[in-house]
């Protein structure tokens, strides 16, 4: 990552209209490195600004900082949208000229009264109707006019980028002012929408790149977290909400455009890595344009005012428990969203349900399936049949294939208990069992099974850490329906699951663990049908190695069976 921050201080000094040429020389070089896989486009600048702003190294921010007032001091004609809220400025001759169609015949190109206009629109939305704070002045109070400027990003196929010009003294926390870029050159940009015409799709692409773009000077009004230390090491925990959330105010401010859609197979292709992992490389930092689903979940489910209300308590926490922080005063967590977001993401593509979910989610990819192995009459339901993990805020969603008819049961276990560890099934006929961890089902016909293995925020702060969980299952005996199961039945200490887990238990049962000799060592009452227990006695103390009874009672119903611990 070195060679990017030298770099950036290399096109810190090049003239402005070279700003895409040596973007794209960038992009070229990680390319030939191998760091980045090619994406669509990069989108948005602001990823590598904030990378170099807050790199650690002061020379790069001061070069960084210089080229931005090298934008500025140019030779501009100016602008002032409709609101009075945004001044534009722009060349008409040059490389960075802007587009000269006007096909309304007034005197302002038609270029300016888009960006004018997409611009106003971002600001009566967010600041206006969702209550935002405007983008700050020098001195901390509202700024009543905010520059914008225009110049050719097409080379380094940029739709716009918001450049940091200095930290404001008057204000709590990390907060800067900022000024806006947006290209004036949109031609590797394709939309469905705009039918090959180029003048609709400059307008798409203007309205989706002002409200990413000013979204992004709004959230610099706040709190951008900061733990780097030293030469090249910028460690941004918020850079996941930072993008994801700036992209879904495109879907609020312009939702006819749907830029977003491109950037979906970067995330639901890789479901297995945390919401919250800080991007090492460019096809990370696309991925994150991806994970504008969850906000986008949360906006539907909750109004898309959350996104403001998680901004204000990044005042003085990170995203991931602010979100939590916020998402609890409305009696939820961000723990019971997690498992919701499961089925959200799930029904998408040729699943899709638009009234329950995404209204738009049959333009969406499906998350990619791992098929396990098969279960059948014969299996060995007393083994973990399918093993893997999972970071904090990720999934797997796996599908689990019945090949005889029959009742199966299907049962996951994490390495530790917590409401944010389980699993959410999908049964036939759309039934949803959301953080399920027993279930039996009956198969008429062969099938499958198919869920989501759910890591939830079991950790706020470590996205590279994992956790082991482990599936069994099997077929149910026509004989036994109603057996109690447990798993596993030969117990060590380095078993993912930590303990021992009673299955299938009838309401208000009671367990009771012998010794081989017949000694009651421990008895417990529970009145749910799955129940984890650490092998220990009544006094806490470990089991020692040996072969020991259970009995389970309920009323009329009684079971007794047996299970091995070896340390």
Partial sequence: MRMIFLFLVFISLMPTALLAESWQMLRQRLDQLQILATPPVDK???????????????????????FSSQVTLQTYRTFRSPSGHFEIYYQTEGIDAIPTYNLDGDTIPDYLEFVAGALDRAWAIQVDSLGFRPPPAADGSPRQVYPVY???????????????DQEIPALPGEN???????????????????????????????????????????QLGYHIWNYGDGFNNAVLPDFWFIESSATYMEEV???????????????????????????????????????????????????????????????????????????QERGSSLSQEWFRFASWLYFTGSRAQPDRFFPEASQYPEPDLIQTVALDSVQNDRDAFFQSTLPPL????????????????????????????GGVLFLPEHRIVENFEYVDYPFITEGEFQLAAVGGPWSFTMPDSQLAFELFGGWVPRDEPNAVRIYPAKWTPDHPGRGITFLNLPRDARIEIFTAAGIRIRTIHT?????????????????????????????????????????
């Fill in 150 to 164: 225009c110049q050719n990003l097409a080379g380094s196929r940029t739709y716009g980028m918001t450049l940091i």
């Fill in 176 to 218: 800067y002012t900022s000024h806006i870029i947006i290209s004036t050159d949109f031609s590797f940009v394709r939309f469905p929408a705009d039918g090959g015409d180029p003048i609709v799709r400059d307008s798409l692409a203007i309205a989706v790149t002002a409200a990413h773009e000013f979204t992004h000077a709004l």
């Fill in 253 to 327: 401010i312009a939702d006819t455009v749907n830029d977003y859609y491109q950037y979906l197979p970067y995330y639901l292709q890789s479901l297995d890595i945390s919401l919250f992992k800080i991007p090492a490389s460019n096809l990370e930092w696309i991925r994150v344009y991806g994970e504008v689903l969850f906000p986008m979940m949360l906006g539907y489910v909750y109004g898309p005012e959350i996104v403001r209300e998680v901004w204000e308590n990044i005042l003085d926490a990170e995203a991931v428990v602010a979100l939590d922080r916020v998402l």
């Fill in 394 to 421: 990720a999934y797997q969603f796996l599908s689990v294939l019945v090949q005889i008819p029959g009742t199966y049961f299907l049962t996951i276990q994490f390495a530790q208990k917590s409401e944010a560890l």
């Fill in 44 to 66: 948005c600048g602001f990823p590598a600004v904030l990378a170099a702003f807050f790199s650690g190294q002061s020379e790069i921010r001061h070069r960084l900082q210089a």
């Fill in 527 to 567: 009145m749910t049908p799955v129940y984890f227990w650490v092998p220990q006695t009544d006094s806490g103390s470990p089991l020692a190695s040996g072969v020991y009874i259970f009995r389970v009672t309920a009323g009329n119903f009684q079971q007794l069976g047996k299970f091995l611990i070896v340390r």
